[in-house]
């Protein structure tokens, strides 16, 4: 049953097609995904980068960021995303209640949405960007899993301009200082390029990540150096997590669709990495 405008609860739109929409199944499926990925000590990560495509496409590279989380509890977990679907200026943050899985519902931390909105005016409270968006709800079952209970502030960027993508940074950093948190930065790379031009462009990506360099991928992105979905996400995300600390960021997955379906003549490319 999908949402109405003005359900308090977000349900889901994409479960049983990103991703299982029976409850046992999708649990089976992510606790499968992250078997083999070793947990990173409690405490030490603080934000995530991975993708936002259906599990059977993306679903082991976003693992392999996630399942560094298995036995980390966070207060409130912020989804930052790109408009997939809607066109509209400045960051949309939901104005409902929650969002729901299979898994479950996840209430949001309404709280600290008032602290972003009084802090800033670049985002706002309403419904643009969560009808049919799949890029916050596709996280929210690998964090189920993996971290249990917890927040969430979802927010999704309607044009992701650099003015929007560092004022929402220094929004991120001042107004939720000296929270628990966990960032997430949603996003794919490069799309329907053969895999040897994909994987020259997503190097560019890779790259920037590893330097945590944030300014640097926002200028390759306005050059055409590399192509990222969810790009202006991360460029907020990393920024945000260096005015709060962070120091390192690890690239821990990557992959084409190709390395799915076997046909490499149009590809999209999936990353993931994790921040410390």
């Excluded at 993508?165 to 997430?184: D, M, Q």
């Excluded at 600390?245 to 990353?271: I, L």
């Amino acid at each position: 049953m999908k949402s109405t405008l003005t359900d308090p609860v977000r349900k889901c739109a994409v479960c049983g097609t990103f991703y299982p929409g029976d409850a046992r199944e999708l649990a089976e499926s992510i606790d499968s995904l992250v078997r083999d990925v070793p947990p990173r000590d409690k405490g030490t990560v603080r934000g995530i980068v991975a993708p936002h495509a259906g599990y059977t496409y993306s679903g082991a590279t976003a693992a392999a960021a996630y399942g560094t989380l298995r036995g980390s509890s966070f207060a409130t977990v912020v989804i930052v995303s790109p408009s997939h679907h809607e066109y509209f200026e400045g960051v949309s943050i939901f104005d409902g209640d929650a969002y729901a899985t299979p898994l479950g519902v996840v209430p949001i931390d309404a709280d600290a949405r008032k602290a972003l909105l009084e802090y800033s005016s670049v985002i706002h409270a309403s419904r643009e960007g969560h009808g049919a968006e799949h890029a916050v709800e596709v996280h929210l079952p690998f964090l189920q899993r993996m971290v249990g209970t917890f927040s969430l502030l979802p927010l999704v960027i309607g044009h992701p301009t650099r003015a929007t993508c560092l004022a929402l940074a220094e929004t991120l950093g001042g107004a939720l200082k000296g929270r628990p948190l966990l960032f997430v930065a949603s996003s794919d790379l490069s799309h329907f390029y053969p895999a040897t031009v994909a994987h020259q462009l997503d190097r560019v990506a890779l790259d920037d990540l590893i330097d945590f360099d944030a300014l640097a991928l926002m200028s390759h992105l306005e050059e055409g150096k590399t192509e990222a979905c969810g790009g202006g996400p991360i460029v907020a995300v990393l920024t945000a997590l260096k005015k709060l600390g962070a120091s390192r960021v690890d690239v821990v997955g990557y992959a084409t669709s190709g390395d799915v379906t076997g046909d490499d003549r149009s590809v999209v490319g999936y990353a993931s990495a994790v921040v410390s």
